[in-house]
């Protein structure tokens, strides 16, 4: 692999430092209007997926007449996805059946096997009743890194 001239590090280091802040926000207001969990850390993920979109497409983004333009549209690519794939774990776990933790027979679900009825529990309380990361770890007194490891 070819060494990048200088110049495109310290470009992007610099888009980096200015367009953090300003892309986090959007990505709150994004999320919070498509009525997903919009918690702090999705936001976050939301910016951090973005900026990595920028450094492999880097040659594009860094020969762009508006950087900052290309970054807000790939943020709102982004935030579309991930309300997406929410909307798509709201739909998979209702068809799971409420006194069962095995998916059904036939059913179009990601669950592979058996799945600890609490981890069913959690997955229903973020995706279909939309609480939020800090309700929940209020309630289990747990942190949200601890949240997010389960969740995954």
Request: glycine letters at 4%; aromatic letters at 8%.
């Amino acid at each position: 692999m070819a060494t990048l001239p200088k110049d495109v590090l310290l470009f992007y280091e610099h888009i980096v430092r200015t367009q953090h802040k300003s892309l986090h926000r959007l990505a709150m207001v994004l999320l919070s209007q498509k009525d997903s969990t919009g918690s702090i850390s999705q936001a976050e993920d939301a910016v951090q997926e973005a900026f990595t979109i920028a450094w492999e497409k880097r040659e594009t983004f860094y020969q762009h007449p508006n950087p900052a333009g290309w970054l807000t549209i790939t943020l709102k690519n982004v935030v579309k996805n991930m309300v997406r794939a929410d909307q798509r774990w709201a739909e998979r776990l209702l068809q799971v059946p409420a006194d069962s933790v095995v998916p059904p027979p036939g059913a179009d679900l990601e669950l592979e096997g058996f799945v600890p009825p609490e981890d069913l529990d959690l997955l229903k309380r973020l995706y279909l009743h939309k609480e939020t990361y800090e309700e929940i770890c209020q309630d289990l007194g747990i942190k949200k890194s601890a949240l997010a490891m389960r969740v995954n």
